[in-house]
């Protein structure tokens, strides 16, 4: 049978309480995976995976939940830097906190969620790091340049962290969603969804599932074991 590799691998889905998130840490378990997952409120859940609450923005919040998965269910192996927010507006009427909370949360968020387990996967000489980015992050997009730039911060990050932690055979890389349906983009008004999936050339928004196929294939040392530093998006040719 064939196997992607993730059987018993302790993954890390930060969060992970609803929405692509919550998918993924689903799906990982599907595959056999050993899920923590953290986010800054936790709801009740069933899932079997270790729920934790953590704010990205805190690295001392983020240190905590790292020892805490480590002692729980062992040494990290995976990690899904998923935890993502908006403020969307033109670049005009953005205020300063409006920038400041998206790079908190979408940039050093990221940053601060992969610290505390770069050692251990140092030392162990196995690792696989995937950074949700976003398409706003390569083509841009009208309201969303605090975003964008912090997607695109993602993609810099993944590609510089691939570069210095190859020798360690850890790999770094980012999945680059189109518009997919989750609670983020409920929001959208129906006129400007209509506008927007036309301009899809597979005609709809992408499911959740369709972005955890992808991420559990870079997460595997079997599929992508020769894929660091890439960028792999999944958009329906929406930009490629
Ligand atoms: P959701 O808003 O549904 O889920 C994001 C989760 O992250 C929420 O549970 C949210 O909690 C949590 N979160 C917010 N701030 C923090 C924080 N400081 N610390 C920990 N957790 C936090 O978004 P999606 O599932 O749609 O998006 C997931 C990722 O995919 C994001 O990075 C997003 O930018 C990216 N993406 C999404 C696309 C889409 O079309 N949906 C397209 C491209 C990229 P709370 O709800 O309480 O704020």
Known sequence: MVSLGLENQVILVTGGN???????VAFLQELGAKVAYTDIKISESSSGALAIQADVTDLASMEAAAAQIADTLGPVYGIVANAGITRDNFFTKLEPADWDAVINVNLKGVANTIKPFLPGMYERGAGAIVGISSISGE???????????????VIGLMKSLAREAARYNVRANAVAPGFIDTEMTRIIPEKVREKITAEIPLRRFGKPEEIAWAVAF??????SSFITGEVLRVNGAHHT
């Open 18 to 24: 609803q929405g692509i998130g919550a998918t993924i």
């Open 218 to 223: 870079l997460l595997s040392p079997i599929a």
């Open 139 to 153: 083509r841009g997009n009208v309201g969303q340049t605090n975003y964008a730039a912090t997607k695109a911060g």
